[in-house]
């Protein structure tokens, strides 16, 4: 006898419509009706957002020095770790952090953040935090207050530059807003949303500096610098601009930027260099900021200078942070996203207080 071949006719058979299909096919509808009703649509909204993802990619991170710079960052700090840098901060910070009952090591991401790059410090720091048992939280830690230093030291020093000629005294404002931090974010953060923290003596750390060849370390970490430049930032940061397009096209974007400036003035933070640095690049907005005007309320100078020393722009906490530290650390991509943002939080709440309160003690009369 042959087998009764199932029907496939009946209703009990017919297959249940998933949520994307239904998404799917008013897409295609939508799709189907502007190219018969305006055909150029799609084009023009694919030609914005090339527009907008362009200039960053191509022009700020493969044809000017940004992207060499992140090249030079990794090498450098590959170099200063090979020379012993990291067991010499640790040495320095161990008393500090003991007292703190924190593990030291979660501020070495700020310190090479500091020398070379936000990308190289979590390329370089991450698998320091795991070598040092550094738990969950600790890490967290480390990457909310890696975002509380400039991620680049020509942001550090152009932001000097700026702030000498405005006449604001700078060796308070940077000890109080560059290294101060380094010690009040991780204890801050040790007894409110991060706890799970422990005391650590030297002897239970391992040494940090590797026992590579000084050459191979220089060619290597060169390599390392140009596959975290093509295959991480720059995809993250087309992300990030791919959205800001759309944004710009559906005619979204322009009063989301509007109302940030008068967000970013009632901070004390000087918007259009402050927009600069949330969107763009810190360093460049450091530099424009020398050649704002004159009469300029110097609290939003203060302001914007805190601002841009940070682990800014966007496009890092967003995408390159939390791509970086999930490859090189214990932590997944929305554990750390969640301690960049509120390294960011932190940051500009101090930018607002150092604006509002200090800026009168920080002018030179």
């Known amino acids: 006898m042959g087998q009764k071949k199932p029907n496939h006719n009946g209703p009990h058979n017919d297959r249940k419509w998933h949520v994307y299909e239904i998404i799917g096919l008013v897409i295609v509808v939508l799709s ?15 030609d914005t957002i090339i527009q907008e993802v362009k200039p960053i990619v191509i022009d700020t991170f493969l044809l000017s020095e940004v992207g060499i710079a992140i090249i030079v960052s990794v090498i450098v700090g590959r170099m200063l770790e090979r020379f012993g840098f990291t067991d010499g901060l640790i040495r320095i910070f161990v008393p500090i952090m003991k007292a703190l009952k924190i593990n030291p090591s979660v501020i070495i991401p700020s310190s090479y953040n500091i020398l070379g ?9 991450g698998p320091i935090l795991v070598k040092a048992n550094a738990t969950k939280a600790e890490q967290k830690i480390a990457v909310a207050t890696m975002i509380q230093s400039p991620q680049s030291f020509a942001t550090f020093v152009l932001g000097i530059i700026a702030l000498s000629i405005f006449g604001i005294r700078v060796f308070p404002l940077v000890l109080l807003t560059i290294f101060a931090p380094l010690i009040v974010v991780p204890w801050i953060l040790s007894k409110s949303l991060y706890r799970d923290t422990r005391k650590v003596d030297l002897v239970e750390l391992p040494r940090f ?27 993250a940061v087309a992300v990030v601009f791919f959205f800001i397009g759309a944004l710009t096209y559906f005619g979204i974007w322009g009063p989301i930027e509007a109302n940030l400036g008068s967000v970013l003035t009632a901070l004390s933070i000087e918007p259009g260099t402050g927009i600069v640095s949330i969107l763009a690049a810190p360093t460049l907005a450091v530099a424009q900021l020398a050649d704002v005007a004159a009469n300029v309320d110097p609290r939003l100078i203060v302001g914007s200078f805190v601002l841009a020393n940070s682990g800014l722009p966007l496009s890092v906490i967003f995408g390159q942070v939390p791509v970086t530290w999930a490859e090189t650390t214990d932590l997944n991509e929305r554990e750390v996203l969640g301690a960049a943002v509120i390294g960011m939080i932190i940051r500009i709440i101090t930018a607002c207080i150092i604006g509002y309160a200090l800026t009168p003690f920080l002018v030179v009369s």
Do not use: V
């Open 209 to 235: 500096t590797p026992n590579t060849r000084i050459m191979n370390t220089i060619f290597s970490s060169a390599k390392e610098g140009t596959e975290l430049l093509l295959l991480t930032i720059i995809p």
């Open 117 to 125: 790059d936000i990308n190289a410090a979590g390329k370089i720091a």
């Open 32 to 46: 189907l009706i502007l190219l018969f009703l305006a055909p150029n649509t799609l084009s023009e909204l694919f």
